[in-house]
């Protein structure tokens, strides 16, 4: 089980120094459920980003009032638990829910994998607009501390409990003190850990720490984006806000773009105080976000509080989309269900589809933990040819808007696999997450090479003996020496083929594996047909990690995946016998899918594009 409170505790014995106080050791992130479907899918590719790029502890789903938004708070939840690779925190409220509404969400989660629940008593009925002092519920359960003793007494320890704090006070408290006593009681019935709403007085903590509440506080942080919203919030919440925050907002008010960068600086300004607090009184060490289901303000504030690093191909040329999390554990997202916990090696291959590989894999028993070895074996189970993973969560007009309304030559083809990697295109079929850190060194000559119809979907430089703590290359924690070998998988016409294979035959390290939508394989290089470790590291006091390889097999059946969505995702979208639908034809039927490994990781990294970049009339990188 992944338990949030081990999770607290595995990064604290981790990092027992925190040499930075201003940088938090985890954060966690929180989104509702979208009324819309639209919306709904929208916020799962954001998701899927956001935990791919920004790495948090945990993400939490809000439960509407009385189970209203149930069925999406768990299409939100399953989907984080099970194709983001983040441990999910699902909200459940108790205002309006009978005992067997209770237990039949309860099992839900259990069965989805989720085992972390925060415990509320929810908004008030529709009849009231507010609690009032002495209300509660009048459900099963009357309020959050009946809650939190029903699922102990019910599950035992399968669950971890979070409740939430409230520093102004609840609106039933008859006093803050009153609250804190509460908060304490909550505690003492079976919680783990406590998430307060936004404020902006640390007095708070302090309360909790004197009334001997010794567990870990996250205390809740929303960014402002804008003025008109965040009245309306504090206002809801009875939040007091302090008159420095109101003279920055005030002359900026009616300017959004102005607000929300103020936003970011008092949110940062916020983090900053809480956490570098004095350890003697054991304030926090974490940060809860409130995203408001958006991302630009919150990986701002991450990354100027050192939390994320930024990669630059040059010192002009940064972008937002180029953050990279501080602490990988592997160069993938590893998943948090508990049957695919000692899961530490993935082809590389769908390294950009990761929620199709996991779909894939689901129904195996055992996964690789060690050496990949044989892709055959029964124990590793096969990868399904039938259960793709298509993302029709992109709607057909942003589909067209991506990939062309009407393409008619192949350089409109090539433009947008161009336009992907510059990253003003934000996803194609083959790459649902963002361009890999360590690709943005090479960005520009990237671009080319798509312009000159070599179509980029994975690749990775060499790496021989780099610090596991280097901000793009780095995995595995602190104190080892991460390698791997470079590596580039591209379509290409039958005539681009042809030149790969004279190239790759005049390198002597390379190896090449080439197939078509018709099955029809070419190979060339060196040792052809064996599984190739592409990413390893070595770290104290453990065996050498492998967590990336290349298999002929599995390349075999990404092939057909790959080439599937040439039809499922691009071709579908126009007419038959139309220029565009004829041109994106050809392209399935006659390009290959090419995989290149350069198996020499010692030399100086550049060799495969020094080898490939000639070949679109591209300039050597240096």
Same mark, same amino acid.
């Given at each position: 089980?992944?338990?949030?409170?081990?999770?607290?505790?595995?990064?604290?014995?981790?990092?027992?120094?925190?040499?930075?106080?201003?940088?938090?050791?985890?954060?966690?992130?929180?989104?509702?459920?979208?009324?819309?479907?639209?919306?709904l899918?929208?916020?799962?590719?954001?998701?899927?980003?956001?935990?791919?790029?920004?790495?948090p502890?945990?993400? %939490?789903?809000?439960?509407?009032?009385?189970?209203s938004?149930?069925?999406?708070?768990?299409?939100?939840?399953?989907?984080?638990?099970?194709?983001?690779?983040?441990?999910?925190?699902?909200?459940?409220?108790?205002?309006?829910?009978?005992?067997?509404?209770?237990?039949?969400?309860?099992?839900?989660?259990?069965?989805?994998?989720?085992?972390?629940?925060?415990a509320?008593?929810?908004?008030? !009925?529709?009849?009231?607009?507010?609690?009032?002092?002495?209300?509660?519920?009048?459900?099963?359960?009357?309020?959050?501390?009946?809650?939190?003793?029903?699922?102990?007494?019910?599950?035992?320890?399968?669950?971890?409990?979070?409740v939430?704090?409230?520093?102004?006070?609840h609106?039933?408290?008859?006093s803050?003190?009153?609250?804190?006593?509460?908060?304490?009681?909550?505690i003492?019935?079976?919680a783990?850990?406590?998430?307060?709403?936004?404020?902006?007085?640390i007095?708070?903590? /302090?309360?909790?720490?004197?009334?001997? #509440?010794?567990?870990?506080?996250?205390?809740?942080?929303?960014?402002?984006?804008?003025?008109?919203s965040?009245?309306?919030?504090? %206002?809801?919440?009875?939040?007091?806000?302090?008159?420095?925050?109101?003279?920055?907002?005030?002359?900026?008010?009616?300017?959004?773009?102005?607000?929300?960068?103020?936003?970011?600086?008092?949110?940062?300004?916020?983090?900053?105080?809480?956490?570098?607090?004095?350890?003697?009184?054991?304030?926090?060490?974490?940060?809860?976000?409130?995203?408001?289901?958006?991302?630009?303000?919150?990986?701002?504030?991450?990354?100027?509080?050192?939390?994320?690093?930024?990669?630059?191909?040059?010192?002009?040329?940064?972008?937002?989309?180029?953050?990279?999390?501080?602490?990988?554990?592997? !160069?993938?997202?590893?998943?948090?269900?508990?049957?695919?916990? /000692?899961?530490e090696?993935?082809?590389?291959?769908?390294?950009?589809?990761?929620?199709s590989?996991?779909?894939?894999?689901?129904t195996?028993? @055992?996964?690789?933990?060690? +050496?990949?070895?044989?892709?055959?074996?029964?124990?590793?189970?096969?990868?399904s040819?039938?259960?793709?993973f298509?993302?029709?969560?992109?709607?057909?007009?942003? +589909?067209i808007?991506?990939?062309?309304? +009407? !393409?008619?030559?192949?350089?409109?083809?090539?433009?947008?696999?161009?336009?992907?990697?510059?990253?003003?295109?934000?996803?194609?079929?083959?790459? @649902?997450?963002?361009?890999?850190?360590?690709?943005?060194?090479?960005?520009?000559?990237?671009?080319?090479?798509?312009q =000159?119809?070599f179509?980029?979907?994975?690749?990775?430089?060499s790496?021989?003996? #780099?610090?596991?703590?280097?901000?793009?290359f =780095?995995?595995?924690?602190?104190?080892?020496?991460?390698?791997?070998?470079?590596?580039?998988?591209?379509?290409?016409?039958?005539?681009?083929?042809?030149?790969?294979? /004279?190239?790759?035959?005049?390198?002597?390290?390379?190896?090449?594996?080439?197939?078509?939508?018709?099955?029809?394989?070419i190979?060339? =290089? #060196?040792? @052809?047909?064996?599984?190739?470790?592409?990413?390893?590291?070595?770290?104290?006091?453990?065996?050498?990690?492998q967590?990336?390889?290349?298999?002929p097999?599995?390349?075999?059946?990404?092939?057909?995946?790959?080439?599937?969505?040439?039809?499922?995702?691009?071709?579908?979208l126009?007419?038959?016998?139309?220029?565009?639908?004829?041109?994106? @034809?050809?392209?399935?039927?006659?390009?290959?899918?090419?995989?290149?490994?350069?198996?020499?990781?010692?030399?100086?990294? =550049?060799?495969?594009?020094?080898a490939?970049?000639?070949?679109?009339? #591209?300039?050597?990188?240096?």
């Amino acid at each position: 089980m992944s338990h949030i409170l081990k999770k607290i505790e595995e990064r604290r014995r981790k990092i027992r120094d925190r040499e930075d106080k201003n940088k938090p050791l985890y954060y966690s992130f929180e989104y509702f459920p979208p009324k819309t479907e639209a919306g709904l899918d929208n916020l799962l590719s954001r998701i899927d980003r956001m935990t791919s790029r920004l790495d948090p502890l945990f993400v %939490d789903v809000t439960w509407g009032s009385s189970g209203s938004t149930a069925a999406r708070t768990m299409a939100v939840a399953s989907h984080a638990q099970r194709f983001a690779g983040t441990h999910v925190l699902l909200h459940l409220t108790c205002s309006g829910m009978s005992r067997s509404q209770l237990e039949q969400a309860l099992n839900q989660a259990k069965a989805g994998g989720i085992c972390n629940i925060l415990a509320l008593r929810g908004d008030p !009925p529709r009849s009231k607009r507010s609690w009032k002092i002495g209300d509660v519920s009048g459900s099963y359960c009357a309020r959050a501390i009946d809650l939190v003793r029903f699922i102990k007494n019910q599950y035992g320890d399968y669950f971890c409990i979070a409740v939430a704090g409230h520093p102004e006070g609840h609106p039933s408290s008859v006093s803050p003190e009153a609250e804190i006593k509460h908060l304490k009681e909550k505690i003492d019935a079976g919680a783990d850990f406590i998430m307060t709403q936004f404020f902006y007085d640390i007095k708070f903590l /302090k309360a909790c720490r004197e009334a001997k #509440i010794d567990c870990p506080i996250l205390p809740g942080i929303m960014p402002i984006q804008s003025y008109s919203s965040f009245i309306r919030m504090t %206002d809801y919440c009875n939040i007091s806000v302090p008159g420095r925050v109101m003279e920055r907002l005030e002359p900026v008010k009616d300017d959004d773009e102005a607000i929300k960068e103020i936003g970011v600086e008092i949110a940062v300004e916020m983090c900053q105080t809480l956490l570098s607090a004095s350890e003697n009184e054991d304030y926090v060490d974490g940060i809860h976000f409130y995203t408001l289901n958006l991302e630009r303000s919150v990986t701002q504030i991450l990354l100027k509080m050192g939390a994320i690093d930024i990669v630059r191909q040059n010192e002009d040329k940064a972008s937002l989309n180029n953050v990279v999390p501080t602490d990988r554990p592997l !160069p993938w997202r590893p998943s948090t269900l508990q049957e695919r916990s /000692k899961e530490e090696i993935r082809p590389i291959n769908w390294a950009n589809r990761p929620a199709s590989y996991v779909m894939r894999t689901e129904t195996w028993d @055992e996964f690789p933990n060690g +050496r990949w070895g044989d892709a055959t074996s029964p124990a590793f189970g096969e990868l399904s040819e039938v259960s793709h993973f298509y993302n029709f969560s992109i709607l057909w007009e942003d +589909r067209i808007a991506m990939l062309g309304a +009407r !393409p008619k030559r192949l350089e409109d083809v090539y433009e947008v696999f161009a336009k992907y990697v510059e990253g003003t295109v934000t996803y194609i079929p083959w790459c @649902e997450t963002p361009l890999q850190p360590e690709s943005f060194l090479i960005q520009s000559q990237l671009v080319k090479l798509n312009q =000159g119809g070599f179509l980029t979907i994975n690749s990775q430089p060499s790496v021989n003996g #780099i610090p596991s703590s280097n901000s793009t290359f =780095g995995w595995g924690g602190r104190g080892g020496y991460v390698y791997q070998k470079a590596y580039v998988e591209c379509f290409v016409s039958p005539e681009n083929a042809e030149k790969l294979l /004279k190239t790759v035959n005049e390198n002597s390290s390379m190896n090449l594996y080439g197939i078509n939508s018709s099955g029809k394989e070419i190979n060339a =290089g #060196i040792s @052809e047909g064996g599984t190739t470790a592409l990413t390893w590291g070595v770290f104290p006091n453990r065996e050498i990690v492998q967590p990336t390889v290349f298999d002929p097999q599995a390349f075999r059946v990404w092939a057909e995946e790959a080439f599937s969505l040439w039809t499922n995702m691009w071709l579908d979208l126009y007419e038959p016998g139309t220029d565009s639908y004829e041109l994106i @034809e050809t392209v399935r039927d006659t390009f290959f899918l090419v995989a290149i490994i350069d198996n020499d990781f010692v030399s100086k990294d =550049g060799a495969i594009w020094r080898a490939i970049f000639p070949l679109a009339d #591209i300039e050597e990188t240096t």
